[in-house]
């Protein structure tokens, strides 16, 4: 069992930086890839990124390439989600997840674990 911990959303500015950080539980967190996916009202989830058990590949959605960078510190069983260049179209509940396989990491149903997830609010 793994429990996901988000925190570091807000309400920002357009252009405004945050980090949104996920602390998991249980000391098999480097067995697990990680991914984000986002979710706007009335809107379906969606992925955001990913990165895999060893961090040695990672995977945006293309309208946050370049902007977002997702690394993960095993030690700290810890994942982070740097957002520069925030947009309006940013704001969404984010969630943080964990998969126990390393592929596929684009599709929510490849998940096994979810955090509860953190408000990010841009504000134009």
């Known amino acids: 069992q793994v429990q996901l911990v988000e925190s570091g959303g807000g309400l920002v500015q357009a252009g405004d930086s945050l980090r949104l950080s996920c602390a998991a539980s249980g000391r098999t967190f480097s067995t697990y890839a990680m991914g984000w996916f986002r979710q706007a009202p009335g809107k379906e989830r969606e992925f955001v990124a990913a990165?895999?058990?060893?961090?040695?590949?990672?995977y945006y959605r293309d309208s946050v390439k370049g902007r977002f960078t997702l690394s993960r510190g095993n030690g700290k069983n810890t994942v982070y989600l740097q957002m520069n260049s925030l947009k309006p179209e940013d704001t969404a509940v984010y969630y943080c997840?964990?998969?126990?396989?390393?592929?596929?990491?684009?599709?929510?149903?490849?998940?096994?674990?979810w955090g509860q997830g953190t408000q990010v609010t841009v504000s134009s």
């Open positions: 990165i895999s058990r060893r961090g040695e590949l990672s």
């Open positions: 997840a964990a998969a126990d396989q390393n592929y596929g990491l684009e599709v929510a149903d490849q998940y096994k674990y």
